[in-house]
């Protein structure tokens, strides 16, 4: 976005933020490790992102001068984890990580149905700019945008307690923690590549979703460049009044506009785009909220766009205006949106009780520090 400045800078770049190919390009666009091959580059990445060694020392078949010039000049990053939540109503576990520049970020291992296969839900930002009223992260602003690798090495070190632990893998990422992921978009599909390269962490890229509350540009920005992974919208309401109340996002990218862009990306990936509804009492909930949701996706015409819907109950946070609604008025909405065609799945959203679940995730108070807030076009 050209509007706004993030309070603070994106730190440099890591090892855990390349591709081999990309830290092929990077040498020698820079003019060090001069005629590293693409072999060496994976070694080194591996090294560096899977083993999670912070020198070159020990890296078998790369040149001396290689190895040693590409740590001395990028290094790999690291910060320091501050609180370790685990939930005691499900095994979901919040992780706080203080990182280079003081700012507190927040990160989710979330468990999936299978035993001992995990997802990580990561923050792709310090705050977010976008402010959605339901929200306790956009209560922050944006402090500023995280660096690919910092967003690699949350997952990075999720894999590495359950390895050391003998729990589990990490078969999926989600990027609903803090931050609008579009907004950050260069630094993410970085990290998308990353994720899912069989030197870096090896996760198939269909089991990454990027959550978006309907950044247009980086939606058609993902559908180039990164179209395995998974799309989600975070609709809320389709009734554009409330949208617009709701999430200040609405005035700049009407979600008709943002469910196009979602049709371009459902057609480089192939699969149904998720959207997204945090269900708030007496807020998105009426008959006339499941009617105009329909109509947005086009349920019985000749070319509906092919989604699923992800119901999720509005978790609160102190401060926050609104509640979940009552199981009548949920099962009220579920009946129409059935009624009228609309395929519905009901999400569990765990970790209530630690503040991990979706939109619970805020260090505002302990690191707030100057922030940013997104100013919607008029
Ligand atoms: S819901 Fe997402 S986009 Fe909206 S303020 Fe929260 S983190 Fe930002």
Redesign the pocket.
């Known amino acids: 976005m050209s509007d706004f400045v993030a309070a603070r800078a994106t730190p440099p770049a890591m090892l855990q933020g390349f591709t081999p190919e990309g830290l092929l390009v990077h040498c020698e666009r820079e003019g060090f490790a001069v005629g590293i091959t693409i072999d060496e580059a994976r070694k080194v990445i591996a090294h560096a992102t899977q083993r999670g060694h912070d020198t070159g020392r020990d890296i078998a078949n790369v040149r001396r001068h290689v190895r040693d010039e590409v740590f001395a000049n990028i290094g790999v990053g690291r910060f320091e984890l501050v609180e370790r939540h685990a939930s005691s109503v499900d095994p979901f576990v919040k992780y706080v990580f203080r990182l280079a520049d003081g700012s507190l970020i927040e990160t989710v291992r979330i468990p999936l149905h299978k035993e001992g296969r995990f997802s990580v839900c990561v923050s792709s930002q310090v705050g ?5 009223r ?5 209560t922050m602003g944006l402090v500023r945008h995280l660096a690919a690798w910092e967003i690699v090495e949350q997952v990075r070190y999720v894999a590495r307690e359950l390895r050391e632990e003998k729990l589990g893998r990490v078969r999926g990422v989600v990027f ?1 923690g ?3 992921p579009l ?1 950050n978009v260069e630094q993410v599909i970085d990290a998308l590549g990353v994720m899912s390269h069989p030197c870096g962490l090896a996760i198939d890229a269909r089991q990454i979703t990027v ?3 309907g950044m247009i540009p980086g939606i058609l920005q993902l559908a180039q460049r990164a179209p395995r992974v998974r799309l989600a919208i ?1 609709v809320t309401t389709a009734r554009r009044d409330v949208r617009r109340s709701l ?1 200040p ?1 609405e005035k700049r990218y009407d979600i008709g506009a943002v469910l196009d862009a979602a049709r371009v990306f459902q057609k480089a990936n192939g699969r149904m785009v998720m959207l997204s509804f945090a269900l708030m009492r007496g807020v998105n909930t009426s008959l006339e909220d499941a009617r105009a949701l329909s109509e947005l996706i086009g349920t019985g015409s000749e070319d509906p766009l092919p989604v699923r819907l992800s119901l999720v109950e509005h978790n609160t946070f102190e401060g926050s205006d609104f509640e979940r609604p009552d199981a009548e008025e949920y099962q009220r909405f579920v009946d129409e949106l059935m009624r009228l065609g609309v395929p519905v799945v009901r999400r569990y959203s765990g970790g209530g009780d630690i503040g991990a679940a979706c ?1 619970q ?1 805020v260090t505002e108070g302990r690191d707030r520090g100057a922030s940013a807030t997104l100013q919607p076009e008029s």
């Open positions: 977010c700019a976008l402010g959605c339901f929200c306790a992260t956009g609903q803090m931050g609008e907004h959550c978006t509350a975070s999430m996002i939109g995730l």
